[in-house]
């Protein structure tokens, strides 16, 4: 059994060097857009070990060649995703990004809306999975309400395909693992207490936040859904292919004003998926833009 | 807060050649540096290495970090193979430089302003290494020593230069944009000087001078391009300037990545993304690095 190694993560460099690991890396890659750049291939490793033994192939060369075997690459290839991109998600998991919205981006549309007389935000949580990601957002953008975005009206949308997941969203009920890296300022203004180990979401987020199961594949909804000005959809496009991942691009570019951006996971590339985004550094995290009507490269934003 | 104009501060820098906490191995070593790999005195850097025991402890201490494999280095010898003669030579020049600003006058955290400026060295190899530039070494060499001006300004205008920092880091601007409000020049001018006084070469002059202000450098000069990318992507993750820098760059669309896509078309094709993600993903340990080699340490090397 070679299960044991993924504890720690620290394989023998040797095993490392094995390039069947570089092969899956990049097969990885092509299939659903996650990077595992050279330095992180010890976490790559841990994650094949398992799915290693729980194929029973004793190499890495032996499970590159399981993986590209017709008959079980999509399969394995999903599982293999769910390793990768495994645990349960909390709030506040990218204070980059939201740094990023707060200092460069809420500015920018700030200005720009202002100028139309237009005070209204709207984001997008597409795929948001038990509703961590849009309670956080829910509760930056009250947060913000205070500052830059006092006399602003915004709503959050909330979807995701899975019914279960929406259920539990709009329950709004977390327990301590959710809410780690919440702090108690937060917790105590934006929840109650629900039973002795968990807390539940106020009215107040709540009221911002619209639900709703939707079918990213779904065009008819997909097209329905206009003026957003932020998208967030983490790990979601991977298990799409990339027929498919270039058609909800397509929608998300649509969905978005001009101007707006789309953030997806730590790791997740749009590369030869859509080109018209740009891809925008911002400190700890990367955006894709969608750059307004006439935009030219050459003038400075 | 007063502007200082370049001209009065020039004398100052002038009188930097004289200062005693210069150390007399720079202007040997920055000439060593200069030379061909196979042209340079591998006893001498030896030697070099061993005439001040921090710098020697901090040759070893990279030698044993990860990047290097781990392994038990002991000796300053065996270190210089570990590492290479040029990496050795070029963390040399940054110990001596560290000792030229005395202890209470640093307006930046020492660890920070060394993070930066080793995170830029080993970004600008990898990158060049990456665009398949002809001499990665050299974009180490230049990317250490790109903000050798604010070593210099920190040293002439001890007092204005901080207050330059905190106004920086409390409206979450750029340095540069700071000191052209509070100083009246940049750490891109006064480093160019002290870097010609010291007889750096002239391609690591131009990046001191330009990498700010690429437009203004002379035509085709990737070295130029290669170290503005890099202090970018340090800036744009955890090796800035130890404060929030308020900023969203496309780098695609940056002058600088034009100009290098001109010189190797090739790279009009890269993966940006992909790329980033490469460069992310060795922060984590070129941040161990920097700490293991500027960080204090409590304990002593194994």
Sequence with gaps: MTAD???????????????AYLKIRDLIYQTSG?????????????????RMSAVKMTTPAAYLEFLNNRANRDTELRLMLNEITIGETYMFRSPSQLDAIRNVILPQIVESKNKMGFKRLRLWSAGCSTGEEPYTLAMFLLEESAKQLAGWTFDILATDLNDNSIAAA????????????????????????????????ADQLKSLIRFDRVNLNDDSKMTFLKGIDIIFCCNVLIYFDLVSKRKVMQHFFSNLLPGGYLFLGHAESLYQV????????FPGSIGYWKPPVGYNAGDKR | MKLQKLEEIRPKI??????????AIVQPLSAMLQLPSDRVDMDRVVKLVSYDGTIAAQCLRMANSPLFGRRNTETVKSAVLALGLKRVQAILLSCCLNQIVPQDKWALEPTTFWRHSLGCALVSNRLANLIQYPDPEKAYLAGLLHDLGILVNTIVCTDEYRECIRAAASNHIPLLQSEEQHLGFTHCQTGKILAAQWNFSPE?????EYHHNIASAPAGRPLVYLVHLSDLLCRLRDLGYGYYEAMGVNLGEDQAWAMLVETCPALAKVDMA??????????????TIVDAVFKPQHAPAE
């Design chain 2, 274 to 287: 992909r790329l980033t993600m490469d460069i992310d993903g060795a922060m984590e340990e070129i941040v």
């Design chain 1, 170 to 201: 709009k329950a709004g009920i977390y327990g301590e693992y959710s809410l780690r890296s919440t702090s108690d300022a937060l917790r105590k203004k934006y929840f109650k207490t629900y039973d002795d180990k968990r807390l539940q979401a």
């Design chain 1, 34 to 50: 996650i990077y595992q750049p050279e330095e992180k291939l010890y976490l790559l490793a841990s994650r094949c070990a398992r």
């Design chain 2, 204 to 208: 690591v002059i131009e990046v001191i």
């Design chain 2, 14 to 23: 002038k009188a930097l050649q004289s200062m005693p906490t210069v150390p």
């Design chain 1, 274 to 281: 859509d080109d018209r985004f740009h891809l925008v550094h």
């Design chain 1, 5 to 19: 190694i993924s504890k720690t993560g620290q394989e023998t460099p040797q095993d490392l060097r094995d390039p």
